[in-house]
């Protein structure tokens, strides 16, 4: 999920490299809560944390019981106390000063994004910009939360009172662990809410990165923590009774257990889930740019990004030129260490869900494993980006997600055909559509059944705009002040009550 390209700055090319792949060991603790990293009483339950790019052991996770559970809530709950009551003014500028942080600090928190998620740095410093734009502009929003003057008769009135929710759960994927820590946590607290935030057991490096920034930023002590662990400690956070909302970024099986168990205290929840995304290529298309685009909703992150349009639709004339052109720029990308300017494909994210996504059909290109020629990454966990050719609707490949570097290539002769094949799923995140035809564009958008449409370019997500899915792709919307806030009105009666007694 990408800024616009052109609005972001150049690749620091010229940068010194802190660290280097294979070189990083991590030893302090994860968690933090109440101001500072802190320990887990769980040590005999560590977990291996390996780094994608190498297959080397990173660091080794302490997963969060039901006591440090409890602290990191108690932390939020009293920080909500103090962060609730200050203006929204007073909470931009702790805000802005989060965001100056993060990037100053930008290359650093790249590096460690890509160590521990094994994606290309030039990527990871993307998603670094997009969580700071994040913070910036849910600051700004800050100062403008207001509610509704509505008057009535006899000189009565009522208003309605924009208030914070609480205390609220953040709970992150692996494929974009800082930029989701921050697009979670920045409307929550612009709202005056406060937050615990889990990240996935498989990246927890990046997350306690962003704590300790608000910390440094002024943040009330407590306002953001991070505690570690996997399926227990999500459900001890959802059961707790202190918590006020849940948001959560993942699988769609993982999606509905977070709905239930939050369902028991009435928690309100938002869901950004799974997607089996399709992107409508037609023949009068501005074919450059729809191969570019085919390239940009498939590949980035390695192909484990939830929007992707993985079943590409082109109208049958054009076929035979698209595939020939979107093959040949496959074969070109460049993959290995994700730490060098010159990789564009780094590394999936661990072993089990490497072996998962090869496990895949006959194939136009790709689709194997890739053992780098340099040998400290011959662990790692890395394989050719995949096309495949002449793919009917009924196939594996393009009825389940995936989540890899992996194009299933399908081709459609009408507008309402297409329509109906590209509806044909459970999902709903998102769709685009290339075409010179602007009428067929919005007509074809109006159409399709998803969160989020693109026409003409995919997976930009702008922060300025709300993010989610239809269908068991999710509920809510990611980044939006409306899910971390709530509505009190209040009725002022200026005259004599009125009874019937």
């Not at 740095?121 to 910009?129: K, P, S």
């Not at 953001?224 to 918590?243: F, I, M, R």
């Not at 999902?427 to 449409?453: I, N, P, Q, W, Y």
């Not at 997976?459 to 409306?482: A, C, H, Q, W, Y």
């Amino acid at each position: 999920m990408l800024q616009r390209l052109a609005a972001s700055r150049l690749p620091a090319a010229a940068a010194v490299r802190c660290v280097s792949s294979g070189s990083v060991d991590i030893k302090v603790p994860l968690n933090f809560w109440a101001g500072k990293r802190q320990t887990s009483l769980e040590k005999c339950n560590r977990e291996k944390v390996y780094e994608p790019a190498t297959g080397r052991v990173l660091c080794h996770l302490e997963p969060c019981g039901a006591v440090e559970v409890d602290q990191a809530v108690k932390a939020a709950k009293s920080a909500f106390g103090h962060w609730s009551k200050m203006s929204g003014m007073e909470r931009a500028r702790i805000m802005i000063e989060a965001a100056r942080i993060i990037e100053v600090r930008r290359e650093e928190i790249a590096e460690m994004e890509v160590v521990n998620n094994g994606k290309s740095i030039t990527e990871a410093r993307l998603d670094v910009d997009s969580a700071r734009l994040c913070t910036e502009y849910y600051a700004a929003l800050a100062s403008t939360l207001a509610g509704q003057h509505v008057q009535l008769p006899g000189g009565s009135f009522a208003y309605t009172r924009r208030e914070p929710l609480g205390v609220c759960v953040g709970i992150g994927a692996w494929n974009y662990p800082f930029q989701i820590a921050s697009w979670k946590s920045a409307p929550a607290l612009a709202c005056g809410n406060s937050m615990v935030f889990k990240p996935s057991p498989v990246t927890p490096v990046t997350a306690v990165m962003l704590a300790e920034i608000y910390a440094k930023a002024g943040a009330p002590e407590g306002l953001l923590n991070v505690v570690q662990g996997g399926q227990e400690t999500g459900s001890l956070l959802c059961h707790h009774p202190d918590v006020a909302k849940v948001s959560f970024t993942g699988s769609v099986s993982t999606g509905k257990k977070i709905m239930a168990m939050a369902s028991k205290g009435v928690k309100p929840v938002t869901l950004e889930l799974g997607g089996k995304s399709p992107l409508l290529i037609f023949q009068d298309s501005d074919l450059e740019n729809a191969v570019r685009g085919a390239l940009m909703a498939n590949f980035l992150s390695q192909g484990q990004v939830c929007s992707n349009g993985t079943r590409v639709f082109v109208q049958k004339d054009i076929l035979p030129e698209f595939v020939e052109e979107v093959v040949k720029r496959t074969r070109a990308i460049e993959i290995g260490d994700p730490l060098l300017e010159s990789t564009r494909m780094g590394a999936l994210v661990n072993q089990p869900h490497l072996e998962k996504v090869l496990s895949l059909s006959t194939v136009l290109c790709g689709g194997e494993a890739f053992v780098p020629s340099d040998p400290k990454l011959r662990g790692g966990y890395y394989m050719t980006p995949c096309v495949l050719g002449e793919c009917t609707d009924e196939m594996t490949c393009v009825k389940e997600e995936i989540f890899g570097p992996v194009m299933s290539v399908l081709s459609f002769e009408t507008e309402e055909e297409v329509l109906l094949r590209a509806n044909d799923t459970t999902m709903g995140l998102a769709a685009g559509v290339f075409t010179r035809d602007v009428k067929r564009a919005h007509r074809v958008v109006e159409h399709l059944k998803a969160g989020s449409c693109f026409i003409n370019n995919y997976n930009i997500t702008p922060v300025e705009v709300p993010f989610g899915g239809f269908k068991m792709s999710g509920t809510d919307r990611l980044v939006t002040v409306e899910y971390y806030s709530q509505l009190k009105t209040v009725f002022v009666e200026m005259g004599d009550v009125d009874s019937l007694f």
